[in-house]
T-cell receptor
Framework: EAGVAQSPRYKIIEKRQSVAFWCNPI?????LYWYQQILGQGPKLLIQ????????DSQLPKDRFSAERLKGVDSTLKIQPAKLEDSAVYLC?????????????FGNGTRLTVT | AQSVTQLDSQVPVFEEAPVELRCNYS??????LFWYVQYPNQGLQLLLK??????LVKGINGFEAEFNKSQTSFHLRKPSVHISDTAEYFC????????????FGTGTRLLVSP
């Protein structure tokens, strides 16, 4: 089966600019996650979707970050405006369902550098 | 809230030697435990998980982990490592919330040399 696809692979922007990341989960996976991985830290959950509904966005900085999952398939994560501390790898993951017997499948991530 | 501590940021080891990667967690309630591996330039993939039952869990690629509730640990072990095991290993924990909400540790880089 095809894995989780993410694009772009790398992005460099200046602070105060905006940026968007795209994720295409594994076909049939109902649950989609966006994680932020800052250098030297473990991944941190930003937002979780079940189909096209938000399950958890408690750690999403909503003043600058937004995410959507139209039609319950692809998802985009946007940052506007970006800050230096947003430099990180943004990981998208999907799972068949949201229960614990469904492992998360991760994409290769998008590495964002904010200068 | 729960947290995960991976005590070693980097573990160098020679090929065919045994290895243990340490993980301790903190939580006031019962948790599920996971180990994920990230090979260079790839996404994370599930290595093994403990949900319930036997405290010794076997995963892919010859890895196993033991859940120790009294010591709040979930250490990962392999009796004989290969060069191809060089990767970043992440321990993660989740409470019983009805859906997966993983909290990851900071990771341990395993460096296997010939």
């Amino acid at each position: 089966e095809a894995g989780v696809a993410q694009s772009p692979r790398y992005k460099i922007i200046e602070k105060r600019q905006s940026v968007a990341f795209w994720c295409n989960p594994i076909s049939g996976h109902a649950t989609l996650y966006w994680y932020q991985q800052i250098l030297g830290q473990g991944p941190k959950l930003l937002i979780q979707f079940q189909n096209n509904g938000v399950v958890d966005d408690s750690q999403l900085p909503k003043d600058r970050f937004s995410a959507e999952r139209l039609k319950g398939v692809d998802s985009t994560l946007k940052i506007q405006p970006a800050k230096l501390e947003d430099s990180a790898v943004y990981l998208c993951a999907s799972s068949l369902e949201q229960d614990y017997n469904s492992p998360l499948h991760f994409g290769n991530g998008t590495r964002l550098t904010v200068t | 809230a729960q947290s995960v501590t991976q005590l070693d940021s980097q573990v160098p080891v020679f090929e065919e030697a045994p290895v243990e990667l340490r993980c301790n967690y903190s939580s006031s309630v019962s948790v599920y435990l996971f180990w994920y591996v990230q090979y260079p330039n790839q996404g994370l993939q599930l290595l093994l998980k403990y949900l319930s039952g036997s405290t010794l869990v076997k995963g892919i690629n010859g890895f196993e982990a033991e859940f120790n509730k009294s010591q709040t640990s979930f250490h990962l072990r392999k009796p004989s490592v290969h060069i191809s095991d060089t990767a970043e290993y992440f321990c993660a924990v989740s409470q019983y919330t009805g859906f997966q909400k993983l909290v990851f540790g900071t990771g341990t880089r395993l460096l296997v040399s010939p």
